[in-house]
Every structure is written in structure tokens, then in C-alpha cells.
């Protein structure tokens, strides 16, 4: 479009000069095209400031309307209509829009700005008034109108001649600018002329004033279609090339008043002195406002430098981006005005590669800098090197007073960001170095495996791992399956193996292996397995394995088999005699089960057995099997110890209602049929459904037994010991009975055991002992010829609780009993082992004159050693040896036997469970000295013993 329009104006430009006729044709032909162009200009390039441009095609139509008027009005009128169109239509159009075209990029808008403009103004004034002024003003031949017409012309000229000065000292250089100053210029020259002229008289149409004329329309029109139009408007950054020259031309300006007196001095008089004065005084005026602006604008620049210094101080303490941003930020807000609305933007790395320069935001799509119209860029770069960017978005205004600080500012941000990077860069080299030391002295194996899985590097710790170098070999040779490592000999470690694809890496190229042997971790897991799942006493599996068992098996019945009075073997014998029972018993049982069953030490003296079967006969007959195995004793410490199971045994399925797969339901109901077997005769039971009221019974017992023992809930039953050989009574033992308030007269075989888990059987103990006591002595006081003894049963517990012995006595002495009327009977389990302490209390009762007695001899850990050392007086013979007396002659040579060793240890014999005339016969026959049973009664409360006493008719109670 441009070449299309330049063609055209040339060839109007042609016709109006060649073709006089068609002059006028040619002349409107080239205007239109001036406006149209313009106004084409416009559209296309879209200046960001429009009126100038639209003020210059004022100034062109005002122009040619002068031109037109000067067609038809008198040349010699002087002023005339054209006078009043140009130097009130054109002239003031055309100044104003050149100078805000000069005025619409980022020029500095500050009063230094409009002093130096006026300096200049100025000086070009004083040379106008001198020359061109001056002598209208002196010619009296002319009239007022005609002296103004005169002045106004070149003072207009003179103002266009100072705003393209400043353009051409400001303005971007471009071909829009040319062309603009190619329009003033030749409109300068035109109207200098057209005006000498026409006070001639001789202008006319056609003549070389014309062609300055179309030579101003054709530029301007060009002006406006050229690109470059759109960049006169835009804002920019002003570098100290566009200062210096306007400093040089302002110190031109200044020198006009000293020049003129110095030529008007070298050609005569000086005339215009007055005039010379005045504009001396008005620069020198200016001059020295220029000057206090300059000072002020020092104080600003020290006030920007400070600003800077404490950013600069601010950086240097700066370690990372965000650090720096920071410090920018503020410096940005401490350089600009208070109050003054902006924002600031630090990008690292940089995203273009332009250099300092005004953007558009709009244009630039930034979501950070939105709400402004404009922003400020400046890249950080360091030796040609860009490490980020600077953005700054506020005001125009503010940003041209920003630009040389924040170049400064931007400087000083990049040498930071440099540093930074630089440090981070020796940091990493610092951290590769600390790794590859790492990694050359790790434990672990490090492996790059290429993509033909061929190893292509190994760190120093493969050796160790692999016994051989292992590059160049396959993955395969040096790792199996199931993270398993194959040494050099053959042998294999156990290993865990991590791997990351890096062969996008290039400097990996490969997969990366880190292998960690774990040989010895998985050795010593295995081992606390065994040890989580290992009875560390017996050897065998311990509860955890066993529920373990239980879980998995799917049709099974469990066994439960504990060690009847095990605690009375801790207590007198001790833990390392307990233990080594424990093993023995352990080893015995699974002798008796063996495989497929599984035996398990469930706890203290506790064993369990599955067996993968759901018959019950099966599991009755292991059950009876069990017991019967055990009846043997046990060699353990150096004596003979007699250890004898209780077995509860539960089947799965329990019920159609119930859940097959619980083991623990099945190892409740075991342990609940296992204490429905303690104290039987049979000394096992399977889980029946009526065998959970026995266990809610004993819960209840257990419950209620100590509220038993403070409302002195028990009562004491006493079964008479009668001299075999004459019938006559001989004494009492006392029996405990608990008188429990809904359940009834409870047996001691129900609690007894119980008051021992319970810690109770002590003061219990005391109880019986206390009131066996006082009933003894009501004994004697009805029946003093016959004195009868009183026996007490007496726990190990009870025996080994401190001051036993000085309970006793002190019983005895409150009472006022004789010692020997009182027999303290004791279990053998109490006499196993060579505990000093309890063989003292025994001789200390013995001492007092208290008789002692070995309760249930021969049932238990009979030690035949002990009766010679451990001061005793009688032995009562179980109810077990007296049964089979009179049917079996084995049993009756082993009690003739028993009987014999007392006579010759002179200890008394007390049989127990008499219940036949036979038994009684064949004791006596042997020379059993006592006996008692249900043959003479059962026991009996106090007051039905008294009438016992007197149906024997053998005393007489006391008057």
C-alpha cells in the first residue's frame, strides 16, 4: 500500500507541475490521497496514541483549505482569509501533533523536559526576533495587521522548528520519523518562502512554494502508511545517546544571545541590545532553573543510589532465587514514589531473549502483571549469558524513572543469581564427589546392567558379594530367581535387589541394581521365628504355633495335658528340678503322640497336643493312653517324682451352630474339659455342653471366695481316727467345708485348688487351723479321758508362708492345747529337695511337742531317702493302697511293706479310705496302729462327732 500511494503522489506530483491546466485536478487528487492515506494508516497499524496523527491530517486539510482560499481572495489583501485559516487552523494542528508525537514514547515528562525545550525555544526565538521579526516590526510601511501577520508566521516556524529539534534528538530513528521531519522541514521552507512572496506580490499557483507543498502532503502521507508509524507512539526506553545530544543542542541554544551581540559588534552599533539583554536574561533564567532541576535531580539520584547500596548489601546475605526476588522486590517499591501501585516479577531462567524494553501486558498473556497496562523488561545476564529476567509493571510515568536504576538494580541481581548457580554448581560437584565416595565404599552392591543385560560396571563391594569381577558377565549368571546371589564357589547368598531404569540417562545408559546382602538378616529372622514359635525349655512349638496349628487344620481335635501339683515341685524342689520335669514330660509326650500329632508347650506346665481326627473314640482312647503312660514316675534332681496328667480334650466340630474354623473355641472348650478332669479318678474328659456350667460354677467360686473368707462362710467337718486293734478313738482330723449361700455345702475338692490360683489357701489355712484348735480343746474338756487328737491338713504354701510355726504355737498357747495333742499333716512334695529352712520348722514343731504326719504316703514324690532325715512322726497310707488290700496280694506285701519300714523307723501308720470290715481286718493283721474310712463315719459336723463319741459307748463324757 505504501508503494501503491507513493506512485500515485508522484504522479500527481508530476501532473500538477507539467500539466498547469490540470494543476487544481491534481492538487485535490493528491489531498484525498493524503487523508486516505492517513486514515489508512491508522486503521492498519493501530498506534497506541491516535490524535496526534489525526491532529497532522487536521493540520493537512487546514492547509489545503489555505491553499483553496488563496485561489479566490486578492493576493495583495494582506492579512487575508488564508492568514487566518493557517495561523489558526494549520499551523496550531500540525504544531500540536508533532509535538505529542514526539511526546507519545517514553520520554522523560519531568520540568527538566520542559526547561530545556523552553532553553531552546528560546535561543531560536531571539534569532527569529533578531532576523526575521525585527525587521517587519522597524518597516513603517507596514500596517499593524500586517506587522502581526509578520510576527506570527515566524514564531510558528520557529516552534515547528524546536519540536522536530526534539524530535530528531528523541525520537526512535525510523523511516516514519524521517518522513514526519521530511514534512516539517520542506513545510518550513515552503512558508518562508510563500510568505516573502506573497509580501512581494508575486505568488501565484504553480509556483516552487506548490511543490513544497505536495512534497509535505506526499511525506506525511507515507509517514502514515509506513509500519513504523505505530512505534513513534510506543514506550521506550531512553539511553544516554538520546541525553548527550540534546545537552549539546541546549548549550548551542544558550550560546544565541553572546553570538548575536558579537556579530551586530563586529558590523556597527548594536541595535537590538534591549532585545539581546532580555533574551540573555531569559537563559540565563532558565539556565539556572535547569541547574536546580539537575539538583534536584542529583538528590534523587543518591536517594535511587542508597536505595541500590542497601539492595546490593541485602543480596550479597541472599543463598537462594527466592532470597534474591525478595530483595528486588523491595528495592523496586523503595525506588518508586510511595504509594505508587506496581509489581515486580523475578523469573528464573529466562524466557526471552530481548533486550531492556517497554511491553505491552496485554500483549504479553502474563497472568503476574495483569491489572497494568505496561511493564518494564530487563534481562539478567552476565558475559553475555541470560540467567533470568526482571519484570516491573506499573504506570508509565513511574517506569521511565525506574530505567536506569533497575538496569543497575538488574546487574546486581544477575551477579547474585551467578553466584548462587556457582555455588550450587561446587555444592553438587562437592555432593557427586561425596557420593562417588559413597558409593566406592558402600556395603551395598551397585550394578549398571545394560540393555543386553550385560553388566557394565560393578562398585568395589561385588567382590566381596560375588568372590569375582563381575563386568562383562550377565545378569543372569550372578542372580537367580528369588533374590538369590551366586558366588564364585557355587554357593549362594541371600540378597534384596532394588533397580531403577535410568537408560535415559546418558551418563547411566542402563539399568541400576542396588543389592543388599541380607544373608545373615534373614538367618537371624528365622532364627527370632523359631524363637517367636519355639519353646525354648521343651524345644517344642509353643502357644502362637500351636493356635497356628489349630487355625489351619480343618478336621482336628485338640488335647490339652497339664501336670497335677507342678507347683509344689517349683516350690520344694525348685525352678531347675521344675525345668528339667518339664522337658522329661515333654520328651514322654511326644513319645506318646507321635506324628501326625503335633505337641506344643502352651505355658508354664501346660501342653497341648493336635491330633487330625474327629473320631472320639480315637480321641478317647489317646486320651486314656495319655494317662496311663505317665503313670511311671519321673527320675529328675536325684529323686523319684511322680507327675501325673490331667487331659481335656475337644473335637471339632463342635455343634451344627457353630463356627468349625474357631481355634479358639476349641482351645476353650478344651481347657474347660480340662478342669472338669482335675481330681477324678479317670483323670481325663472330653468337652461335653453340660461341662460349661461346671466352668461357669468354678468362675463363680472363684468369684465368691474371698467374700467367703470375710463373712466366714466355711464350716469344719471332723472324721474320727480309730485305733485299729482296740476301736477306741484315738483323735479327729479336721475337714473344711464351705457353706456357700445358693450353692450349698461345697466340697473342699471343688475350692481348695482354687483358694491356691487365688493366693487364699494361707489365710484359709489359718482359719482351719485357728478352729481346729478350739474345737480340739472342747474335745478334751467333754472327753478328758480319752484326750483326742486333733490332725490338720496343712498346704505347702501355707507351711512355706513366714511365721507358720509361731502361728502355731501362738494357736496353741491361746488355747490352751497341748502341743501333742495337735498333728500338723503334710504332703511329700513338701520334703523333696534339702531345703534347710523347711526341715528347722519341722524340728521347731517337733521341739514344741506338735506331732507331724506325711498326708497321702507313697502318691506322690516318694523318696524313701527322706523318712530318715526328715523328722516326722507317722505316715498315713493312702485310700489307693487300701482299695485292692483284700483282692490283690501285690498291694498287700507293698503296704506290709510300708508298715514295716515305719515300725522300724518308729513312725505310726494311719490308713485312710476304710470302708470293708476286710480292710479293717487285713490292716490290723499287718499292724497298722490307725486307720480311718467311712467303715466307722463319714466326717461329721461338731455336734454329730459328739454324738459319734457317745455311741461308742467306750467313754463317758466329763461331769
Given at each position: 500500500m505504501t508503494?501503491?500511494?507513493a506512485?500515485?503522489?508522484?504522479?500527481?506530483a508530476?501532473?500538477?507541475v507539467l500539466?498547469?491546466?490540470?494543476?487544481?485536478?491534481c492538487?485535490?487528487g493528491?489531498v484525498?490521497?493524503?487523508f486516505?492515506?492517513?486514515?489508512?494508516g491508522?486503521r492498519?497499524?493501530r498506534?497506541?496514541r491516535?490524535?496526534p496523527?489525526?491532529?497532522?491530517a487536521?493540520?493537512?486539510?487546514?492547509?489545503?483549505a489555505?491553499?483553496?482560499?488563496?485561489l479566490?481572495?486578492?493576493?495583495?489583501?494582506?492579512?487575508?482569509?488564508v492568514?487566518?485559516?493557517?495561523?489558526?487552523g494549520?499551523?496550531?494542528?500540525l504544531l500540536?501533533?508533532?509535538?505529542?508525537?514526539?511526546?507519545?514514547?517514553a520520554?522523560?515528562r519531568?520540568?527538566?523536559?520542559?526547561?530545556?525545550?523552553a532553553?531552546?525555544?528560546a535561543?531560536a526565538g531571539l534569532?527569529?526576533?533578531?532576523?526575521?521579526?525585527d525587521?517587519?516590526?522597524?518597516?513603517?510601511?507596514?500596517t499593524?495587521?500586517q506587522?502581526a501577520?509578520s510576527?506570527?508566521?515566524?514564531?510558528c516556524?520557529?516552534m515547528?522548528?524546536?519540536?522536530m529539534?526534539?524530535m530528531v534528538l528523541e525520537?526512535?530513528?525510523?523511516?516514519s520519523?524521517?518522513?514526519?521531519?521530511?514534512?516539517?522541514?520542506?513545510?518550513?521552507?515552503?512558508?518562508v518562502?510563500?510568505?516573502?512572496?506573497r509580501l512581494n506580490g508575486d505568488?501565484?499557483?504553480?509556483?516552487?512554494?506548490?511543490?513544497g507543498?505536495?512534497?509535505f502532503f506526499?511525506?506525511?502521507?507515507?509517514a502514515a502508511?509506513h509500519?513504523?508509524?505505530?512505534?513513534?507512539?510506543?514506550?521506550?526506553?531512553?539511553?544516554s545517546?538520546?541525553?548527550?545530544?540534546?545537552?549539546?543542542?541546549?548549550?548551542?541554544?544558550?550560546?544565541v544571545?553572546?553570538?548575536?551581540l558579537?556579530?551586530?559588534a563586529?558590523?556597527?552599533?548594536?541595535?537590538?541590545?534591549?532585545?539581546?539583554?532580555?533574551g540573555?536574561?531569559?537563559?540565563?533564567?532558565?539556565s539556572?532553573g535547569?541547574?536546580s532541576l539537575?539538583a534536584?535531580?542529583?538528590g534523587?539520584?543518591?536517594?535511587r543510589?542508597?536505595a541500590?547500596r542497601r539492595?546490593?548489601e541485602a543480596l550479597?546475605?541472599?543463598?537462594?532465587?527466592?532470597?534474591v526476588?525478595?530483595?528486588?522486590?523491595r528495592?523496586?517499591?523503595?525506588?518508586l514514589?510511595?504509594?505508587?501501585?506496581?509489581?515486580?516479577?523475578?523469573?528464573?531462567p529466562a524466557?526471552?531473549?530481548?533486550?531492556m524494553r517497554?511491553?505491552?501486558i496485554?500483549?504479553?498473556g502474563?497472568?503476574e502483571?495483569?491489572?497494568?497496562?505496561?511493564?518494564?523488561?530487563?534481562?539478567?545476564s552476565?558475559?553475555g549469558?541470560r540467567?533470568?529476567?526482571?519484570?516491573v509493571?506499573?504506570?508509565?510515568?513511574?517506569l521511565?524513572?525506574?530505567q536506569?536504576?533497575?538496569r543497575?538494580?538488574?546487574?546486581?541481581?544477575?551477579?547474585?543469581?551467578?553466584?548462587?548457580a556457582?555455588?550450587r554448581?561446587i555444592?553438587?560437584?562437592?555432593?557427586?564427589?561425596?557420593f562417588?565416595?559413597l558409593?566406592?565404599n558402600?556395603?551395598d552392591?551397585?550394578?549398571i546392567?545394560?540393555?543386553?543385560d550385560?553388566?557394565?560396571?560393578?562398585?568395589?563391594?561385588a567382590?566381596p558379594?560375588?568372590?569375582?569381577d563381575?563386568?562383562?558377565?550377565?545378569l543372569?549368571?550372578?542372580?537367580r530367581p528369588g533374590?538369590?546371589a551366586?558366588?564364585a564357589?557355587?554357593?549362594?547368598?541371600e540378597?534384596?535387589?532394588?533397580v531403577?531404569?535410568?537408560?535415559?540417562?546418558?551418563?547411566?545408559?542402563?539399568?541400576?541394581l542396588?543389592?543388599?546382602?541380607?544373608?545373615?538378616?534373614?538367618?537371624l529372622e528365622?532364627e527370632?521365628l523359631?524363637?517367636?514359635?519355639?519353646?525354648?525349655?521343651?524345644?517344642?512349638?509353643?502357644?502362637l504355633?500351636?493356635?497356628?496349628?489349630?487355625q489351619?487344620a480343618t478336621?482336628?481335635?485338640?488335647l490339652?495335658?497339664?501336670?497335677d501339683?507342678f507347683?509344689?515341685?517349683?516350690?520344694?524342689?525348685?525352678?531347675e528340678?521344675?525345668d528339667?520335669l518339664?522337658r522329661?514330660f515333654?520328651?514322654?509326650?511326644?513319645?506318646?503322640?507321635?506324628p501326625p500329632?503335633t505337641?506344643?508347650?502352651?505355658?508354664?506346665?501346660?501342653?497341648?497336643?493336635l491330633v487330625p481326627?474327629t473320631?472320639?473314640a480315637?480321641?478317647?482312647?489317646?486320651?486314656r493312653?495319655?494317662?496311663e503312660?505317665?503313670r511311671?514316675?519321673f527320675?529328675?534332681?536325684?529323686?523319684?517324682?511322680?507327675?501325673?496328667?490331667?487331659?481335656?480334650a475337644?473335637?471339632?466340630?463342635?455343634?451344627?451352630?457353630q463356627?468349625p474354623?474357631d481355634?479358639a473355641?476349641?482351645?476353650?472348650?478344651?481347657d474347660?474339659?480340662?478342669e472338669?478332669?482335675?481330681g477324678?479318678?479317670?483323670?481325663?474328659?472330653?468337652?461335653?455342653?453340660?461341662?460349661?456350667?461346671?466352668a461357669?460354677?468354678?468362675?463363680?467360686?472363684?468369684?465368691?471366695?474371698?467374700?467367703?473368707?470375710?463373712?466366714?462362710a466355711f464350716?469344719?467337718?471332723?472324721?474320727?481316727?480309730?485305733?485299729?486293734?482296740?476301736?477306741?478313738p484315738?483323735?479327729?482330723e479336721?475337714l473344711v467345708?464351705?457353706?456357700?449361700?445358693?450353692?450349698g455345702l461345697v466340697?473342699?475338692l471343688?475350692f481348695?485348688?482354687?483358694?491356691?490360683e487365688?493366693g487364699?489357701?494361707?489365710p484359709?489355712?489359718?482359719?482351719?487351723m485357728?478352729?481346729?484348735i478350739a474345737?480340739?480343746?472342747?474335745?478334751r474338756?467333754?472327753y478328758?479321758?480319752?484326750?483326742?487328737?486333733?490332725?490338720?491338713?496343712?498346704?505347702?504354701?501355707?507351711?512355706?508362708?513366714p511365721?507358720?510355726?509361731?502361728?502355731?504355737?501362738?494357736e496353741l498357747?491361746?488355747?490352751?492345747l497341748?502341743?501333742?495333742?495337735?498333728t500338723?499333716?503334710?504332703?511329700e512334695?513338701?520334703?523333696?529337695?534339702?531345703d534347710?529352712?523347711?526341715h528347722?520348722d519341722l524340728a521347731?514343731?517337733?521341739?514344741?511337742?506338735v506331732?507331724?504326719s506325711?498326708?497321702?504316703f507313697g502318691?506322690?514324690?516318694?523318696s524313701?531317702?527322706?523318712?530318715h532325715?526328715?523328722?516326722?512322726d507317722a505316715l498315713?497310707?493312702?485310700k489307693?493302697?487300701?482299695?485292692?488290700?483284700?483282692?490283690?496280694r501285690r498291694q498287700?506285701?507293698?503296704?506290709?511293706?510300708?508298715v514295716?519300714?515305719?515300725?522300724t523307723?518308729?513312725?505310726?501308720?494311719?490308713?485312710?479310705?476304710?470302708?470293708?470290715?476286710?480292710h479293717r481286718?487285713r490292716?490290723?493283721?499287718?499292724?497298722?496302729g490307725?486307720g480311718q474310712g467311712?467303715l466307722?463315719?463319714r466326717?461329721?459336723?461338731?455336734?454329730?462327732?459328739?454324738s459319734?463319741l457317745?455311741?461308742?459307748?467306750?467313754?463317758?463324757?466329763?461331769a
Amino acid at each position: 500500500m505504501t508503494w501503491v500511494y507513493a506512485l500515485c503522489a508522484l504522479a500527481l506530483a508530476v501532473g500538477y507541475v507539467l500539466v498547469p491546466a490540470a494543476g487544481l485536478l491534481c492538487y485535490v487528487g493528491l489531498v484525498a490521497a493524503t487523508f486516505a492515506a492517513i486514515g489508512y494508516g491508522i486503521r492498519r497499524h493501530r498506534p497506541r496514541r491516535k490524535v496526534p496523527w489525526l491532529l497532522w491530517a487536521g493540520g493537512s486539510f487546514m492547509l489545503a483549505a489555505g491553499t483553496a482560499a488563496a485561489l479566490v481572495v486578492d493576493s495583495t489583501q494582506n492579512p487575508s482569509v488564508v492568514d487566518a485559516i493557517s495561523l489558526g487552523g494549520t499551523f496550531p494542528l500540525l504544531l500540536l501533533g508533532l509535538l505529542l508525537l514526539s511526546r507519545s514514547g517514553a520520554a522523560n515528562r519531568d520540568w527538566a523536559t520542559i526547561v530545556d525545550s523552553a532553553i531552546f525555544t528560546a535561543g531560536a526565538g531571539l534569532l527569529a526576533w533578531v532576523y526575521l521579526i525585527d525587521p517587519y516590526l522597524s518597516d513603517p510601511g507596514l500596517t499593524a495587521g500586517q506587522k502581526a501577520v509578520s510576527i506570527a508566521y515566524p514564531l510558528c516556524d520557529v516552534m515547528l522548528l524546536a519540536i522536530m529539534v526534539r524530535m530528531v534528538l528523541e525520537a526512535r530513528r525510523s523511516w516514519s520519523v524521517a518522513l514526519l521531519l521530511t514534512s516539517g522541514a520542506v513545510l518550513l521552507v515552503s512558508d518562508v518562502v510563500f510568505s516573502l512572496r506573497r509580501l512581494n506580490g508575486d505568488w501565484d499557483l504553480g509556483s516552487f512554494v506548490d511543490v513544497g507543498w505536495i512534497v509535505f502532503f506526499a511525506a506525511g502521507g507515507l509517514a502514515a502508511l509506513h509500519p513504523s508509524m505505530a512505534e513513534l507512539s510506543e514506550p521506550r526506553v531512553i539511553g544516554s545517546t538520546q541525553v548527550k545530544p540534546r545537552r549539546a543542542v541546549l548549550g548551542v541554544a544558550s550560546l544565541v544571545a553572546p553570538g548575536i551581540l558579537f556579530a551586530e559588534a563586529l558590523a556597527g552599533p548594536v541595535h537590538n541590545g534591549l532585545v539581546i539583554a532580555v533574551g540573555s536574561a531569559a537563559l540565563v533564567a532558565l539556565s539556572l532553573g535547569r541547574g536546580s532541576l539537575a539538583a534536584r535531580s542529583v538528590g534523587h539520584t543518591l536517594s535511587r543510589e542508597r536505595a541500590l547500596r542497601r539492595a546490593c548489601e541485602a543480596l550479597l546475605s541472599a543463598t537462594e532465587v527466592s532470597g534474591v526476588e525478595a530483595v528486588v522486590r523491595r528495592a523496586v517499591g523503595s525506588l518508586l514514589r510511595p504509594g505508587t501501585a506496581h509489581r515486580t516479577v523475578l523469573r528464573v531462567p529466562a524466557t526471552r531473549a530481548d533486550g531492556m524494553r517497554m511491553r505491552y501486558i496485554r500483549e504479553l498473556g502474563d497472568s503476574e502483571l495483569e491489572g497494568f497496562e505496561l511493564a518494564l523488561y530487563c534481562p539478567l545476564s552476565i558475559g553475555g549469558v541470560r540467567l533470568g529476567e526482571l519484570w516491573v509493571a506499573a504506570d508509565e510515568r513511574a517506569l521511565v524513572t525506574l530505567q536506569e536504576s533497575v538496569r543497575v538494580l538488574a546487574g546486581q541481581a544477575a551477579s547474585m543469581l551467578d553466584h548462587i548457580a556457582l555455588n550450587r554448581e561446587i555444592t553438587r560437584r562437592d555432593s557427586e564427589a561425596y557420593f562417588r565416595t559413597l558409593v566406592l565404599n558402600a556395603a551395598d552392591v551397585i550394578l549398571i546392567v545394560g540393555e543386553d543385560d550385560v553388566i557394565t560396571y560393578a562398585s568395589p563391594s561385588a567382590r566381596p558379594l560375588f568372590g569375582t569381577d563381575t563386568v562383562g558377565r550377565t545378569l543372569g549368571d550372578v542372580l537367580r530367581p528369588g533374590e538369590t546371589a551366586v558366588r564364585a564357589d557355587g554357593t549362594t547368598a541371600e540378597v534384596e535387589v532394588t533397580v531403577r531404569d535410568l537408560s535415559d540417562e546418558p551418563t547411566v545408559a542402563g539399568r541400576v541394581l542396588t543389592i543388599h546382602d541380607v544373608t545373615e538378616r534373614r538367618r537371624l529372622e528365622r532364627e527370632l521365628l523359631d524363637r517367636a514359635y519355639l519353646d525354648p525349655l521343651t524345644g517344642l512349638g509353643n502357644r502362637l504355633r500351636f493356635q497356628d496349628c489349630v487355625q489351619g487344620a480343618t478336621a482336628a481335635a485338640v488335647l490339652i495335658v497339664d501336670i497335677d501339683g507342678f507347683r509344689t515341685v517349683n516350690d520344694t524342689m525348685g525352678q531347675e528340678v521344675g525345668d528339667e520335669l518339664l522337658r522329661a514330660f515333654g520328651a514322654r509326650l511326644v513319645d506318646v503322640c507321635p506324628p501326625p500329632a503335633t505337641v506344643a508347650r502352651l505355658g508354664a506346665d501346660e501342653f497341648g497336643v493336635l491330633v487330625p481326627t474327629t473320631e472320639v473314640a480315637a480321641v478317647e482312647a489317646l486320651a486314656r493312653h495319655i494317662v496311663e503312660e505317665f503313670r511311671p514316675p519321673f527320675l529328675v534332681g536325684g529323686s523319684v517324682v511322680t507327675a501325673l496328667p490331667s487331659v481335656g480334650a475337644a473335637i471339632s466340630p463342635f455343634s451344627q451352630d457353630q463356627d468349625p474354623d474357631d481355634p479358639a473355641r476349641l482351645l476353650r472348650e478344651a481347657d474347660v474339659a480340662l478342669e472338669s478332669a482335675k481330681g477324678t479318678p479317670e483323670r481325663w474328659r472330653r468337652y461335653e455342653s453340660a461341662m460349661h456350667a461346671q466352668a461357669l460354677r468354678r468362675m463363680r467360686l472363684r468369684t465368691d471366695l474371698d467374700q467367703a473368707l470375710a463373712t466366714d462362710a466355711f464350716v469344719l467337718h471332723y472324721q474320727p481316727i480309730v485305733d485299729l486293734a482296740t476301736g477306741r478313738p484315738h483323735g479327729f482330723e479336721a475337714l473344711v467345708r464351705w457353706q456357700h449361700p445358693s450353692l450349698g455345702l461345697v466340697p473342699p475338692l471343688e475350692f481348695i485348688e482354687i483358694a491356691e490360683e487365688c493366693g487364699l489357701i494361707v489365710p484359709l489355712g489359718d482359719w482351719v487351723m485357728r478352729n481346729a484348735i478350739a474345737t480340739a480343746v472342747k474335745f478334751r474338756q467333754l472327753y478328758p479321758a480319752e484326750s483326742p487328737t486333733m490332725s490338720v491338713n496343712v498346704s505347702v504354701r501355707q507351711f512355706r508362708s513366714p511365721g507358720f510355726v509361731q502361728r502355731v504355737l501362738t494357736e496353741l498357747a491361746q488355747a490352751s492345747l497341748p502341743a501333742y495333742a495337735l498333728t500338723v499333716e503334710i504332703t511329700e512334695s513338701l520334703l523333696l529337695g534339702d531345703d534347710e529352712h523347711i526341715h528347722a520348722d519341722l524340728a521347731a514343731l517337733r521341739a514344741a511337742g506338735v506331732k507331724v504326719s506325711i498326708d497321702d504316703f507313697g502318691t506322690g514324690y516318694s523318696s524313701l531317702s527322706y523318712l530318715h532325715r526328715v523328722p516326722v512322726d507317722a505316715l498315713k497310707l493312702d485310700k489307693s493302697f487300701v482299695d485292692t488290700i483284700s483282692t490283690s496280694r501285690r498291694q498287700y506285701d507293698l503296704v506290709r511293706g510300708i508298715v514295716q519300714l515305719a515300725r522300724t523307723l518308729d513312725l505310726s501308720v494311719v490308713a485312710e479310705g476304710i470302708e470293708t470290715e476286710a480292710h479293717r481286718q487285713r490292716l490290723a493283721d499287718l499292724r497298722c496302729g490307725f486307720g480311718q474310712g467311712y467303715l466307722f463315719t463319714r466326717p461329721l459336723p461338731f455336734a454329730e462327732a459328739l454324738s459319734w463319741l457317745r455311741s461308742q459307748e467306750v467313754v463317758e463324757p466329763a461331769a
